[in-house]
């Protein structure tokens, strides 16, 4: 009964590949987030969806394309993989609103070779 | 542009000890939420607490306290009696109502060493 799941909990993978991460909720939660964590913990919102529409993209690359099939899942494709992308990316899920809190994903630790 | 510092990168005491983390947040909004997340060696990000602007009342939950000051911009986080499994990453975050991003601080590295 795992509130937010990803898929897969590790990712390697050599440049220039593609990759996807997967996000699922069970909280019934309207609006969902991927963000990203670097080596140094700083984590950095990328995109936020609220019932399958993008209210967030920050400037990430266009290489970095979420989608949202319904308002439970949340992926993460990643084209033409850099050294740079590694990173560990979390998926988190909220009801809609800034005062609830985000529930987080396990994180998917994501190392370009 | 809403702006949050943890200016302690890392803070390391031994069991038993009291310990504070130190947030400090900039917003325009006079509307707007302060959260704190813990993230130990396992990776996980573990929702602590949560705040409004409107309500300055410090909150204490067992061994953890908020001290939040509005006059100073400050939501301080204080473990009473520390314990190793209180070694973890620790968060603040600020969202404004204004605004949809939820924006962290640096974080600060905690370790209770036994």
């Known amino acids: 009964d795992t509130a937010v799941s990803q898929t897969p909990k590790y990712l390697v993978t050599q440049m220039g590949n593609d990759k996807s991460i997967k996000c699922e909720q069970n909280l019934g939660h309207d609006t969902m987030y991927w963000y990203k964590q670097d080596s140094k913990k700083f984590l950095k919102i990328m995109f936020s969806?609220?019932?399958?529409?993008?209210?967030i993209n920050e400037t990430v690359p266009n290489r970095f394309s979420p989608k949202s099939p319904d308002k439970a899942h949340l992926n993460l494709h990643i084209n033409s993989l850099e050294l740079g992308d590694s990173a560990v990316y979390f998926c988190?899920?909220?009801?809609?609103?800034?005062?609830?809190?985000?529930?987080f994903g396990p994180g998917t630790r994501l190392t370009v070779t | 542009a809403q702006k949050v510092t943890q200016a302690q990168t890392e803070i390391s005491v031994v069991e038993k000890e009291d310990v504070t983390l130190d947030c400090v947040y900039e917003t325009r909004d006079t509307t707007y939420y302060l959260f704190w997340y813990k993230q130990p060696p396992s990776g996980e990000l573990v929702f602590l607490i949560r705040?409004?602007?409107?309500?300055?009342q410090n909150e204490i939950s067992g061994r953890y306290s908020w001290n939040f000051q509005k006059s100073t911009s400050s939501f301080n986080f204080t473990i009473t009696a520390s314990q190793v499994v209180d070694s973890a990453v620790y968060f603040c975050a600020l969202r404004e109502t204004s605004g949809s991003r939820l924006t962290f601080g640096e974080g600060t590295q905690l370790t209770v060493n036994p």
């Open positions: 988190a899920s909220s009801q809609e609103g800034p005062f609830y809190e985000q529930y």
């Open positions: 969806y609220n019932n399958k529409e993008l209210i």
């Open positions: 705040r409004n602007s409107f309500d300055e």
